[in-house]
């Protein structure tokens, strides 16, 4: 889909300002430092949109990161005259958010969360790949720790099943952990950020509730963006 | 009931004789003792120290209190493993007192002892000397897990994550380490994180081989060196 610049211009700025009196407006109580409806798109797919935004070029990329997005992003990079990278996601397929974080990283094009953007879970991998890396006040780098939790009619089985599976569950949940943790830390390590935001934030971020911690997901503060170098350039 | 790791949840890198692969070594040499014991030899003028047994919590404090006290130039290592984050505080004491380290032939070195392994400056393991890497586990207190899965879904999946949050923060630590003692961090998934640690079989236990002991840097001195003193019975 191509749009005008004019209409582009508009519905961005508008999106944005909307999104942002939005989100200083209604907090999540569950998850204070994060607005109860962050902006990060419901489509399906990521869509990848090349649009001219003050004389520049840029692709907008929103939406879920599903299995099938690395051949369409490779596609939309192939277009060189793409300037910067804008991103709204509510996160999807961690591995693939990694690897498209590469493919950004390999072209050295600049990621930026604009204004009233969020930029959540498996999108802070692919925000990682760029160069230059910006988050405008009023955009959200939005984050919460892994899961192997979503299946549980899977844990429901083996824990019935009895202690011993029970520990072979654990086992595996130790060995992925770790194993993704490594994956984690190679990445950060490669794209030039301070691997105490896994420590210090990512891996205290539990991506579910329990009775006693409602809490899903923490929005980084600007200072917290530049401490762990999540953001190189302002 | 939200479950949290507590200090009856130990973080293990533990190895029992029983798991050996078969293409490891089936009887490793690495004493049965219960906590590690610290005993300083005299070699040729040169203080030596032999540290035998399971790496506890206590460890770290006592190799400090004992490396004030002499001056070791060397370690020599054999154990089971155990406690996983007092074995990266022991090795980070061994780096920061220049303290070399040696396992010498027909001792073993499992777990997290090949942590502590790599904290020496210099590091040497003999031939006939095996370093065996397991994959560290949360499972020590059976009594805690029993709880969690009893009370109900909710406890369980809690635990589950605080061992998923738990595990990722540990290797986030071993990366850390390694990468501090100058070893290459691939090892990590190449060999460690990729071993089982509480499958039906117990834990498996993997024996590396003399070029991947170079291949990682986890040795640093030509196989075989001795680096002095004489080989003890």
């Given at each position: ?19 942002a009196?939005?989100?200083?407006a ?29 004389g ?19 596609a ?70 892994f ?19 029970t ?50 997901r ?17 | ?7 009856g ?17 089936p ?13 300083v ?15 506890d ?14 001056r ?105 380490y ?8 691939a ?23 003399a ?23």
């Open positions: 889909m191509i749009r005008k610049l004019a209409s582009l211009l508009a519905g961005v700025a508008l999106l944005a300002g909307q999104a009196m939005a989100q200083r209604q907090m999540d109580p569950d998850n204070p430092t994060c607005p109860l409806n962050p902006n990060v798109s419901n489509y399906r797919e990521m869509r990848f949109t090349a649009q001219e935004v003050n520049r070029k840029v692709l907008l990329a929103e939406g879920m990161i599903d299995d099938n997005l690395i051949p369409r992003l490779e939309a990079l192939r277009d060189d005259t793409i300037e910067e990278i804008w991103l709204r996601s509510p996160g999807g397929n961690a591995r693939i958010g990694n690897q498209a974080g590469r493919l950004i990283r390999a072209t050295s094009l600049p990621t930026r969360i604009p204004q009233g953007w969020a930029c959540f879970s498996a999108c802070n991998f692919l925000f990682m790949g760029g160069a230059l890396r910006f988050v405008d006040p009023g955009g959200l780098f939005m984050v919460h720790m899961t192997h939790t979503a299946n549980r009619e899977a844990i429901r089985q083996e824990v019935a099943q009895g202690e011993q599976n520990i072979g569950l654990i086992g595996e949940i130790e060995q992925q952990s770790a194993l993704l943790a490594s994956e984690d830390n190679d990445f950060l390590i490669r794209m030039g950020l301070s691997r105490a935001l896994l420590t210090e934030v990512m891996y205290r971020q539990s991506a579910v509730q329990d009775e006693h911690n409602r809490s899903t923490r929005c980084l503060t600007q200072a917290e963006l530049t401490r762990y170098n999540v953001i190189n350039a302002h | 009931m939200a479950w949290r790791l507590g200090p949840v130990l973080l293990v890198l533990l190895a029992t004789a029983a798991q050996a692969q078969d293409d490891c070594t009887d490793p040499n690495w004493t049965a003792e219960t906590e590690m014991r610290l005993s030899l005299e070699e040729g003028g040169r203080q030596m120290l032999v540290a035998e047994g399971v790496i919590a206590g460890l770290p404090a006592r190799l400090d209190a004992l490396l004030k006290e002499h070791i130039g060397q370690i020599w290592l054999r154990s089971p493993g155990g406690d996983a984050r007092a074995g990266n505080a022991a090795g980070r004491i061994l780096r920061q007192a220049g303290v070399e380290t040696r396992i010498p032939a027909g001792w073993a070195c499992a777990g997290s002892c090949a942590f502590l392994f790599m904290g020496g400056v210099i590091r040497t393991v003999e031939p006939g000397a095996r370093v065996i890497a397991t994959m560290f586990t949360h499972t020590g207190d059976r009594e805690a897990i029993r709880q969690a899965t009893g009370a109900g879904e909710q406890a369980t999946e809690a635990l589950l994550t605080e061992i998923a949050r738990s595990s990722a923060q540990l290797a986030t630590e071993d990366h850390d390694v990468m501090r003692m100058g070893v290459r961090r090892v990590l998934a190449d060999i460690f994180y990729a071993q089982t640690a509480a499958g039906e079989g117990g834990a498996a236990l993997r024996c590396l081989t070029a991947e002991l170079e291949r990682y840097n986890i040795v640093n001195t030509p196989a075989g060196r001795s680096g002095g003193g004489a080989t003890p019975k």
